[in-house]
């Protein structure tokens, strides 16, 4: 069975702990996490069966709504965008490389799920909220077409959403760039 995943931003650290709280008592759903995050939001990271991390979100947003910053479900969420969360993804050094800029860590997830299902691209980082004022950022890489297509995919979801911040697409990074991401 696909797992989704659920990702809740509260921008109260209190109310973030009380709706983490709630999502677990309200349905069969495991936490992947639930933390601060910069600039004083509240993460929560769900999973499980997508009617159950849907009906947490939804019951969490219903309750907590005037404290939400932005949500999302995501069902059968690409791997790779799992193994970024983590850190445990493995990306050459080469290609073009395709940057996203969102203002939450939920908009970056979705944008990364959308971008690898875009084109063909790998995500060589996905950084959410700490210590980035809250904001997400998502860098991929591969051929300069696919690239082009991922990151325009994944900039206009949060650009539909109000959480876009910035893209930038560089054809040919230097090598002293690599050295330094």
Wanted: glycine share 12%; aromatic share 4%.
């Amino acid at each position: 069975m696909y797992q989704a995943v659920g990702v809740l931003e509260l921008k109260s650290i209190a109310k973030g702990v009380e709706a983490a709280d709630a999502a677990l008592k309200s349905a069969g759903i495991s936490l992947v996490s639930a933390h601060p995050a910069c600039p004083g939001k509240f993460e929560i990271i769900l999973t499980g069966a997508i009617a159950d991390v849907t009906a947490a979100a939804d019951h969490v947003t219903g309750r907590f709504g005037s404290t939400m910053v932005d949500s999302s479900v995501m069902g059968r969420i690409d791997e790779r965008v799992i193994a970024a969360l983590f850190g445990t993804q493995t990306v050459a050094k080469a290609g073009a490389l395709g940057i996203i800029e969102t203002y939450s860590a939920a908009s970056a997830i979705k944008a990364a799920d959308i971008a690898v299902k875009t084109a063909k691209v790998e995500i060589f980082d996905l950084r959410v909220s700490r210590g980035m004022g809250g904001k997400g950022i998502l860098m991929l890489t591969g051929d300069i077409g696919d690239v082009t297509a991922a990151v325009e995919a994944g900039a206009a979801h949060a650009e539909e959403h109000g959480l876009f911040a910035n893209k930038s697409l560089i054809a040919a990074p230097h090598a002293g760039l690599w050295e330094q991401l």
